[in-house]
């Protein structure tokens, strides 16, 4: 059995179907990466997980339980977050908490850890992800890469069965991209099961398991790097790789 089951996803805005029937399956330490031209549905697809949008129709079975995301009932809303914990492109992080606080606050709110155990958890997260040097730094006193960093500690800190994260270095200036990447690739290594939207192409071939390429509202692809990258047969995917300069001439592959 699969860890996460997304069965039947829809969403619109308007007359516009975002999401149309979106089926997917992630395994325990997967990452899954989603890719795909802007405008195509891939962080609505994020945001509906975590209930951010309410989708139309649509279910997410975790570790064998269903949840209906087009539930209005805060008990099953606050239960599903808390299987699944969101990284922003805007790091969201409290402006008036510390680094060390900011992590701390999810355990201690939402978990209801004593605030001792949960300092230590957000001790032990924050020197994972190469921040202990700022503990009591807040956000204004800290570099984009350096708040996204500090998100993802508090989203890991929460031991999440699924970590979503959203173009987690679209906000970040290129030089500071590097140090968050790296920070994602250890948090895989760790076994955390991860959905990701990005636009880090090189990035996608070297960390995720598999990746799905969304086009319209639908998954057209879903393989691994290598089937994706070095040897794609979807003709959309061809030509949105070759336009990303991820592919030297489509006239190298046979639809």
């Known amino acids: 059995m699969s860890l996460i089951e997304i069965k039947g996803l829809k969403k619109r805005f308007g007359t516009n179907v975002v999401l149309d029937g979106v089926d997917l399956n992630i395994n325990k330490g997967e990452v899954v990466a989603i890719i795909g031209p802007s405008g195509t549905g ?18 997410i079975s975790v570790e064998g339980k269903e949840y209906n995301l087009t539930s209005r009932s805060s008990k099953e809303k606050l239960e599903l977050r808390q299987h ?9 992080l409290f402006k008036n908490k510390t680094a060390l606080e900011n992590v701390m606050e999810g355990l201690t709110v939402v978990k209801k850890i004593p605030k001792e155990q949960a300092k230590q958890i957000a001790l032990e997260e924050l020197e994972k992800v190469g921040m202990s040097d700022r503990l009591n730094y807040y956000p204004k006193h800290l570099s984009g890469g350096q708040q996204q960093r500090v998100a993802i500690a508090r989203a890991l800190a929460l031991k999440p069965n699924l ?22 690739k250890r948090a895989a290594k760790e076994g955390n099961t991860i959905l990701l939207v990005t636009h880090e192409m090189d990035f996608v071939r070297n960390v995720a398991n598999r990746i799905i390429f969304l086009e319209k509202g639908k998954i057209v692809a879903d393989g691994t790097p290598h089937e994706i990258f070095d040897n794609p047969t979807n003709e959309r995917l061809i030509t949105f790789l070759k336009n990303i300069n991820m592919l030297r001439t489509a006239d190298d592959y046979v639809i």
Do not use: C, H, Y
Request: hydrophobic share 45%; aromatic share 4%; no cysteine.
């Open 42 to 59: 891939k962080s609505t697809l994020l945001r509906s997980l975590n209930l951010l949008e309410k989708p139309e129709a649509g279910t």
């Open 84 to 92: 699944t914990e969101m990284v922003f492109q805007q790091f969201n």
């Open 163 to 184: 970590l979503l994260m959203d173009e987690p270095t679209s906000a970040l200036d290129p030089e500071l991209v590097g140090e968050v990447l790296l920070t994602i």
